[in-house]
C-alpha cells in the first residue's frame, strides 16, 4: 500500500485503478463536478468539522461501544469482538454518511434530499437527517423491499420522507437507484441524490467513504485500548461496502492485519441465487461507474439475490474492486443458512440480535475463530436486526 493512500485514491478523475470514474451524461457531470468541488472546499472547513463533530457525539451517540464476545468466543475458539455500530442511532451505519451527506446539502443551499433504499436502511437513516436539518426526503424503494421491510417504510413515513414505489423489474435495489437518480436529474439544481453506499459515479464513493471513516478511526482506537494491539483479522459484510470501507479504511496500511470482505451467496452459486459480485463478477460499468458486476449474457447487471436486502446489488464499491485486485483485502461468500444461523447464535449467546446483513460477517468470524483459535477477529456490525426478525422467524422458524 502507498503510504500515503487517502491522497494517492482515488484520482483526480475519481479512479481507483482502474475502477470509479463518471459514466453519466454531461448535464449530470456538471452537477458532479460542482458537488466534488463544494465537498472539496466545504468538508474541510472549521464550520463543517466541528457542526459533524457535535452531531456526531450529541445526536448520533458516537463513539459507539467496541465489544469482546465472551460466551462466543468460549464456544467457537479465537477472540471475537464487535464495533457495534448497531448501538449508532437508527440502528446501523448509514447515518454516519447520511448525516454528512445532510450537512453538505445544507451547506449547498439544497431544499430536498433524494435517494434509493433497499432494506430500507438508508431510507430511514436520510429520512432521520432531512427531519434534522428541515429539509424535504424522497425515497425511492422497490416493492419487494417494501413488503419486506414494511416497519421501515412507516419510519420513513413517520419521519415526514415521501416513499416512492418502484415496480420496475425485480422491484429491488439495482430498480430503485434507476428510479431516484431519474428523479435527481429532473431538478437537480434545488436537490441533492444522496447515494447509500460506497457507490455511483465520483464523488460518491469517496464522500461516503470519507464520512464512514469515523467507523475505523473510532475502532482502531479503542481495540487497541482494550487490548494493546491491532487486531489479526479485520471483517465486514459487502454490499456496495460503505460499512466495510469505514472500518477497513484505519488497517489498510498495517501490513499485520488481514481484512475480509463478505458477500453473499444467497442460496446457490447459480445465477440469480445470490449477489457474489466480487467472486463471480468481471469488470463493468453499473450507475456510472466501473466495477466488479454480476451480468447477464449482453453485459446488462444481472438479477441477484440474498436473504439480507442490503447485501443484494450487481455490483460494488470502485474502491473494493481494486482492493480486490491488490490483494489487500480478501473477499469471500457466506449463504442463507449460515446467516441465519449467526444470526440466531449471536442472539442467544451474546443477546445481540444483528441485521441479516452483518450475520453474514459474523459467519465469517465463525469460520476464521474455528480456523485460527489463537487469533483476534474484528467485525464491524454494521446494524442491528430489529428490521429482520418478523421476515426471520416466519421464514426459518425458531431452532430449537
Ligand atoms: C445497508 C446495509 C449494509 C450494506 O451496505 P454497505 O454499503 O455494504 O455497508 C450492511 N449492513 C446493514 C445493517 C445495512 O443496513
Do not use: W
Not at 37 to 59: C, D, P, Q, T, V
Not at 367 to 394: H, M, T, W
Amino acid at each position: 500500500m502507498p503510504k500515503n493512500y487517502f491522497k494517492s485514491y482515488p484520482n483526480e478523475k475519481g479512479f481507483y485503478e482502474s475502477y470509479g470514474g463518471a459514466f453519466i451524461p454531461p448535464v449530470l457531470e456538471k452537477e458532479m463536478e460542482k458537488i466534488t468541488e463544494a465537498y472539496f472546499s466545504i468538508s474541510k472547513s472549521h464550520n463543517f468539522i466541528s457542526e459533524l463533530r457535535s452531531i456526531r457525539k450529541h445526536y448520533q451517540g458516537r463513539p459507539t461501544p467496541v465489544y469482546f464476545c465472551n460466551r462466543l468466543s468460549n464456544k467457537y475458539g479465537g477472540r471475537i469482538y464487535l464495533k457495534r455500530e448497531d448501538l449508532n442511532h437508527t440502528g446501523a451505519h448509514k447515518l454516519n454518511h447520511c448525516m454528512g451527506e445532510a450537512l453538505l446539502a445544507k451547506h449547498l443551499g439544497k431544499k430536498k434530499l433524494i435517494a434509493e433504499t433497499g432494506a430500507g436502511q438508508h431510507g430511514v437513516a436520510l429520512a432521520t437527517a432531512a427531519a434534522y436539518f428541515g429539509l424535504e426526503c424522497e425515497i425511492h424503494m422497490g416493492e419487494v423491499d417494501m413488503a419486506k421491510e414494511h416497519p421501515n417504510v412507516v419510519r420513513m413515513e413517520i419521519l415526514g420522507a415521501k416513499v416512492i414505489p418502484v415496480s420496475e423489474g425485480l422491484k429491488t435495489l439495482k430498480e430503485a437507484v434507476d428510479s431516484a437518480f431519474n428523479a435527481y436529474l429532473e431538478d437537480p439544481v434545488s436537490s441533492l441524490y444522496c447515494i447509500g453506499s460506497v457507490v455511483g459515479p465520483h464523488p460518491f464513493p469517496m464522500m461516503v467513504r470519507d464520512f464512514q471513516r469515523v467507523v475505523g478511526i473510532e475502532a482502531k482506537e479503542q481495540f487497541f485500548e482494550m487490548t494493546g494491539e491491532l487486531p489479526d483479522k479485520v471483517v465486514a459484510c459487502v454490499g456496495g461496502g460503505s460499512n466495510a470501507m469505514g472500518i477497513f479504511s484505519a488497517f489498510l496500511e498495517d501490513d499485520e492485519c488481514e481484512i475480509y470482505g463478505v458477500e453473499p451467496s444467497g442460496r446457490s452459486l447459480d445465477p440469480g441465487e445470490h449477489a457474489a459480485t466480487m467472486t463471480l463478477g468481471k469488470p463493468g460499468v453499473i450507475h456510472g461507474f466501473k466495477c466488479y458486476l454480476l451480468q447477464d449474457e449482453n453485459g446488462d447487471p444481472a438479477p441477484v439475490y440474498s436473504v439480507a436486502s442490503g447485501l443484494d446489488y450487481p455490483g460494488v464499491g470502485p474502491e473494493h474492486s481494486m482492493l480486490k485486485d491488490l490483494k489487500k483485502v480478501q473477499y469471500d461468500t457466506i449463504n442463507d443458512k449460515e446467516a441465519i444461523d449467526a444470526f440466531y447464535e449471536l442472539s442467544r449467546l451474546e443477546g445481540i440480535i444483528p441485521a441479516l446483513e452483518s450475520a453474514h460477517a459474523v459467519a465469517y468470524a465463525i469460520k476464521l475463530a474455528q480456523q485460527n483459535p489463537q487469533k483476534s477477529i474484528f467485525v464491524n456490525l454494521s446494524g442491528r436486526g430489529d428490521k429482520d426478525i418478523d421476515y426471520v422467524v416466519d421464514t426459518y422458524g425458531l431452532p430449537e
